[in-house]
Nanobody
Framework: QVQLVESGGGLVQPGGSLRLSCAAS????????MGWYRQAPGKERELVAT???????IYADSVKGRFTISRDNAKNTVYLQMNSLKPEDTAVYYC???????????WGKGTLVTVSS
């Protein structure tokens, strides 16, 4: 069983920055694709960014050039650096782990990011 715990959300003004963290338990972290997803009020959950164990990254068009996903395998942690935040980035951000060996996936409970003046 893998547990994911997100942190780092909060209220930030437009143009500001936040860094989200997702700490994972379990020994499969280094063999998992890690991702960040978000869900805004009244909308479906959508992909923000993913990073494979080999370092391949995918970003949603809406965040390219502003967000960066990174991971520290020694700490079993994945990060999402968010810069130049916009009100439309307001959402609950979820961490997801996908085992590249077994195909199982796990979700964190989410952390709220609010971008407002």
């Amino acid at each position: 069983q893998v547990q994911l715990v997100e942190s780092g959300g909060g209220l930030v003004q437009p143009g500001g920055s936040l860094r989200l963290s997702c700490a994972a338990s379990g020994s499969i972290f280094r063999f998992s694709t890690m991702g960040w997803y978000r869900q805004a009020p009244g909308k479906e959950r959508e992909l923000v960014a993913t990073r494979t164990s080999g370092g391949t990254t995918i970003y949603a068009d809406s965040v390219k050039g502003r967000f960066t996903i990174s991971r520290d395998n020694a700490k079993n942690t994945v990060y999402l650096q968010m810069n130049s935040l916009k009100p439309e980035d307001t959402a609950v951000y979820y961490c997801k782990s996908i085992s590249e060996i077994y195909g199982m996936d796990y979700w964190g409970k989410g952390t709220l990011v609010t971008v407002s003046s």
